[in-house]
C-alpha cells in the first residue's frame, strides 16, 4: 500500500537503511569529487595554454613550419640554465601575456616544460612558483632584442645542458 504522507515515507525509509545507503552514496560522490578537483585543476591549466598560447604554438606544442618556435620536445631544454629559465618567461608572448594571474601563469609554465617538454626536460628540474613567475615577468624580453637574446640564451643552455649529460 503507497504511504498516505512524506512523513511515513521517511521513517519507512529510515526503517530500509535506505538514509544509509544514501550516505555511503554521498561519501563515493564526494571521494570522485575531491579526485576530479585534481583533474578540474588540470583540466583548467590545459585550457589556459589552448586559449592563450595553443593558437600560436599548436595544441600539442607543434607549430608545424612557421616562425613560431616549437614547444614540443624542445622547450625543456631551457631549464638547463637559470638564464634559460628565465629567458621563457620573459618572452614578450609569457611575460605580457594576458593570464595576468601569476599563479595560473606558473602552472601553465610547469605543463608546458613537464608536459610539453618531454624528455627535454632535465631530470631534477624544478617546477616555476608563482613569486618566481611574478618576478620575472617584471622583465619582458623586448621584441626586438629576441633573436639576439634566443641565439645566445640557447647556445649557453645547451653546452649547460651537455655538461650536465656529462656529469659534470
Ligand atoms: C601570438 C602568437 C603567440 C602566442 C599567443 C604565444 N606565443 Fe610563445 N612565441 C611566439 C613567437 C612568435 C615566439 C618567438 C619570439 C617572439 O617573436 O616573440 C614565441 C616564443 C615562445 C617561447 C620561447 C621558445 C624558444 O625556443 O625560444 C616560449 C617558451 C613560448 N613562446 C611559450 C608561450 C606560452 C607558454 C604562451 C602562452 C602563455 C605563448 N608562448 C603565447 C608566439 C606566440
Redesign the pocket.
Known amino acids: 500500500m503507497l504511504p498516505r504522507n512524506g512523513r511515513v515515507s521517511v521513517r519507512s525509509s529510515l526503517k530500509s537503511g535506505a538514509f544509509l545507503r544514501l550516505g555511503a552514496g554521498l561519501l563515493t560522490v564526494l571521494s570522485v569529487l575531491a579526485g576530479a578537483d585534481e583533474a578540474r585543476a588540470l583540466d583548467r591549466v590545459r585550457a589556459?595554454?589552448l586559449m592563450?598560447?595553443?593558437?600560436?604554438?599548436g595544441v600539442e606544442g607543434v607549430?608545424g613550419p612557421?616562425?613560431?618556435?616549437?614547444?614540443r620536445d624542445?622547450?625543456g631544454?631551457?631549464l638547463c640554465s637559470p638564464e634559460g629559465r628565465a629567458?621563457?618567461?620573459q618572452?614578450?608572448?609569457?611575460s605580457m601575456?594576458?593570464?595576468r594571474d601569476d599563479a595560473l601563469?606558473a602552472q601553465?609554465?610547469n605543463f608546458?616544460?613537464f608536459d610539453l617538454g618531454g624528455a627535454s626536460t632535465p631530470a631534477g628540474a624544478k617546477p616555476y612558483t608563482a613569486q618566481e613567475v611574478h618576478e620575472l615577468r617584471q622583465h619582458p624580453?623586448h621584441?626586438t632584442e629576441?633573436?639576439r637574446a634566443?641565439a645566445g640564451?640557447?647556445e649557453r643552455t645547451l653546452a649547460a645542458c651537455a655538461a650536465k649529460n656529462a656529469g659534470h
Open positions: 589556459t595554454y592563450r598560447c595553443g593558437g600560436c604554438h607549430s612557421t616562425f613560431v618556435p616549437e614547444l624542445h622547450v631544454t631551457y629567458y621563457i618567461v618572452v614578450p608572448n609569457v601575456s594576458l593570464i601563469l601553465v609554465m608546458v616544460v624580453l621584441p629576441f633573436e634566443r640564451v640557447l
